[in-house]
C-alpha cells in the first residue's frame, strides 16, 4: 500500500520537473510546443514512461518533437537527479500520448451525427 502511494508522488513530482526543466532547460526548438501529459513510473522506481502531446496534428511535428526530447533525455535526467530527493534516478522513455487525438476524432465523429440528424 505504501509503495502505490510513493509510485503516485513520485509521478506526479517527475511530471512537475520535467514541464519545468522543458520551459527554462531545454533550449531545442523542435520542443517549444510540448506539454507534458502523465508520467508511469515501475513498481521498483528504476523506469519512467513520460507522456507528452504537441499542439499540431502533422505527423513531420511529432516526430521532430520526439528527436528532440531524446536527445534532451540525458539533460532531463540528469536535472531530475539533482532536483528529487531520491536515491536512484529513474530511466526515463518519452512516448507520444495519444488520447488527446483519441478525444479528438470522438468530438468529430459525434459532430458529424449532430450534422445528420
Known sequence: MVQHYR????SQ????EV???????????????????GVEVTGDLQNATIYY?????L?????????????????????LGHRLSIYVTP????EQDQ??????????LLNQLHQQD
Open 53 to 57: 502531446s504537441i499542439l499540431s496534428d
Open 7 to 10: 509510485v503516485g508522488r513520485l
Open 19 to 37: 514541464n519545468d526543466i522543458l520551459v527554462k532547460r531545454v533550449r531545442d526548438p523542435r520542443v517549444s510546443g510540448v506539454t507534458i501529459t
Open 13 to 16: 513530482e517527475i511530471q512537475r
Open 91 to 94: 530511466e526515463i522513455k518519452f
Open 99 to 108: 488520447s488527446v487525438r483519441y478525444g479528438n476524432r470522438i468530438d468529430e
Open 59 to 79: 505527423a513531420s511535428d511529432a516526430k521532430k518533437a520526439q528527436q528532440g526530447l531524446d536527445k534532451a533525455t540525458g539533460l532531463i535526467r540528469r536535472e
